[in-house]
């Protein structure tokens, strides 16, 4: 019997790859993205102590009826945009970026763009 891959384990590989080499601390906190079929949520994280620091998905409050009718992608751009609106908030202007094993393509490279033209740098 042929037994089928476990794309979720593969991207969890690369995720634990990824995060021995990205730590966020509080000068530049990490940008995590994790996406579902239907969403994506992003949060900017201090690693040394371990706080979230800003959230934004797509079932926020503040977007979720802009996003109605639009693809995938531009409602990730959407939830970057808004990231980088609360981070400035919060004073952040330079993250680092971890993708979370996922490819940056799609979705997850929307996201970032969207968090770019909102002011944060990576």
């Not at 009826?65 to 981070?87: C, H, I, N, P, S």
């Not at 202007?93 to 033209?117: E, P, Q």
């Amino acid at each position: 019997m042929i037994s089928k891959i476990n794309k979720n384990e593969d991207r969890l590989k690369r995720h634990k790859r990824v995060r021995a080499k990205v730590k966020g601390d509080a000068k530049t906190p990490r940008l995590s993205v994790y996406r579902t079929l239907n969403h994506i949520y992003a949060q900017i994280i201090d690693d040394v102590k371990g706080n979230t620091l800003v959230t934004a998905s797509t079932l926020d409050k503040e977007i979720k009826g802009t996003l109605e009718g639009k693809d995938k992608k531009a409602q990730a751009y959407a939830v970057g945009e808004l990231l980088a609106k609360k981070a400035k908030a919060k004073k952040i202007k330079a993250i680092v970026f971890d993708r979370g094993g996922y490819l940056y393509t799609g979705r997850v490279a929307s996201l970032a763009d969207g968090a770019r033209k909102g002011g944060l740098t990576f």
